[in-house]
């Protein structure tokens, strides 16, 4: 077992190696990794997606998606994993930010679709916004506000941009739910509250 703060075969260097390597033959299997765990590494994503490693921005955008794509989460802890060992990293907030949205209207004359959100990540996935990818919208403590979340896969979630929540609130509506007037966005055919709408200015 690696002493706290080291990895098993060298730290982020041999991640990075099994990534790419692994990258090549298409998306990593990481749920199907269970590898001993080998202590904490020194790296971080902060809450505007910024990965930092020993205080540091990584500014190698390839090395961040090669990262980002052996994450792994478990209960509210995040690693990296290779198939021989897994290695803690700090989460500020969420580990991918959403920083683009396209809308999708399909045209129909056969009765309403609903338009489909698609969001594109720090890390360059693009998420397409309904079933198996869901918005949640948690309270922001210090402001009063709301902050949108998208999953993207395997419980981990992309904290969307502000710019992109005001682009949410403009493409909005009303609906009841449950005997509540809500407040929410549409995508995919699911419809996301956010708020009651007669409380909505509260979070705004």
Request: charged share 25%; aromatic share 10%.
């Amino acid at each position: 077992m690696a002493k706290e703060g080291q990895t098993a075969s060298g730290g982020l260097d041999a991640i990075a190696g099994v990534a790419k390597n692994a990258a090549q033959k298409g998306p990593p299997p990481v749920h199907l990794w269970n590898p001993p765990y080998c202590g904490e590494i020194d790296l971080r994503i902060g809450s505007d997606g910024t990965w930092y490693y020993q205080r540091t921005p990584i500014g190698r955008a390839a090395l961040v998606k090669l990262f980002a794509s052996v994450l792994k989460r478990e209960d509210d802890h995040y690693y990296l994993v290779t198939p021989v060992e897994k290695c803690g990293i700090t989460v500020d907030d969420a580990p991918f930010l959403a920083v683009e949205l396209k809308v999708e209207r399909p045209d129909s004359h056969a009765g309403r679709i609903d338009q489909v959100l698609h969001f594109r990540t720090n890390v360059d996935d693009w998420v397409a916004c309904g079933p198996g990818h869901d918005l949640r919208f948690e309270p922001e403590l210090p402001t009063g506000g709301l902050k949108p979340y998208l999953h993207v896969r395997r419980d981990l979630w992309a904290k969307v941009s502000r710019p992109l929540f005001y682009d949410l609130v403009e493409l909005g509506e009303e609906r009841d739910i449950n005997g509540t007037r809500m407040f929410g966005i549409a995508s995919a055919g699911e419809f996301y509250a956010m708020a009651p709408a007669d409380s909505l200015a509260e979070f705004m």
